[in-house]
Every structure is written in structure tokens, then in C-alpha cells.
């Protein structure tokens, strides 16, 4: 299990770097366009689609390493007035619940992204791409944060 959990870490922290070369593509596409539009009166018919695209990569391959760390926002006041036992058996609760929100919503949306490989389905926009690479980063983020929630549950973390 040791090796398993190492890799997952590690894949965590590599999907956090892609998120972090989403960030700055986006920024940069949204200066460019900004650049463009208002200074040569040359807006892009792309840029737009393109940061709309980053951000959900962004947002997706961000979460499992924000959930391996636990740095989510979180409002622990009942945690915190509880005892350490009562808290402990608070926290594996709610890891489980979450765990199972997450695997949920990855089973969900991978089956969907397979139904739009499968039909070839491209975004609305004005220069579509197939929708499954966007919902198939978002597929992986879940199910990885799943797997975090499930550690963290029995009390292994990264």
C-alpha cells in the first residue's frame, strides 16, 4: 500500500503542477486578448474559449493535491469544541462522506466523458474541440480526490 499511496502523492503533486501551467496560460491568453482587443483593435475569436478551458483544467487537476493536504477551506468550529476521540471519529465521518461525494461525481462524469468520445461530441463554441478532454480532467481530479478522502479516512495522508 506504501508504494501505491507514494504514487498517488506523486501523481497528485504533478497534477498540481499541470494546474499551476494552467493558471499561467490563462493569465497570459487573458492579457494577450486584452492586448489585442484594446490596443490593436484586433480581438481573438479563441483566447476566450481557451481560458474557459484552462480554468477547468486548472480548477480539476488542482483538487487531489489540495485534498491530499488537506488545504481546503474548512470552518472547524464543532471540530475544534469536540474531544480529540470525538473529533478523530468527526473527521474519518466526514472524510468518508466526502469520499463518497467525490467518487460519485467521478463515476458520473467519466461516464459521460465516455458518451461524448463515443458520439464525438464537441464543444459550442467558436472553435469546438471534443468535449472529453475537458470532462475527462475533471474525472480524474474527482476520482483522485476520492482516493485522498478514502486515505485520509483510515488515517493515511501524503
Not at 499511496?5 to 503533486?13: F, I
Not at 484552462?54 to 471540530?79: E, G, K, M, Q, Y
Not at 461525481?105 to 475537458?134: C, D, Y
Request: glycine content about 6%.
Amino acid at each position: 500500500m506504501t508504494v501505491l499511496g507514494q504514487w498517488h502523492d506523486e501523481s497528485s503533486r504533478w497534477l498540481f503542477r499541470l494546474a499551476g501551467a494552467a493558471l499561467l496560460l490563462a493569465v497570459a491568453l487573458y492579457a494577450f486578448e486584452v492586448v489585442a482587443r484594446y490596443l490593436f483593435d484586433a480581438p481573438t475569436t479563441w483566447s476566450g474559449e481557451a481560458v474557459q478551458y484552462a480554468l477547468a483544467i486548472l480548477i480539476f487537476c488542482a483538487l487531489p493535491d489540495v485534498t491530499r493536504r488537506s488545504a481546503h477551506v474548512a470552518i472547524d468550529i464543532v471540530p475544534e469544541s469536540l474531544p480529540e476521540n470525538a473529533r478523530c471519529i468527526l473527521g474519518r465521518i466526514n472524510a468518508l462522506v466526502a469520499a463518497l461525494a467525490t467518487g460519485l461525481a467521478a463515476w458520473i462524469v467519466a461516464g459521460e466523458s465516455l458518451r461524448q468520445f463515443e458520439k464525438g461530441l464537441m464543444t459550442n463554441a467558436a472553435h469546438p474541440i471534443p468535449r472529453w478532454w475537458i470532462t475527462a480532467f475533471i474525472a480524474l481530479g474527482l476520482a483522485s480526490a476520492a482516493l485522498h478522502f478514502l486515505r485520509h479516512m483510515m488515517g493515511r495522508r501524503g
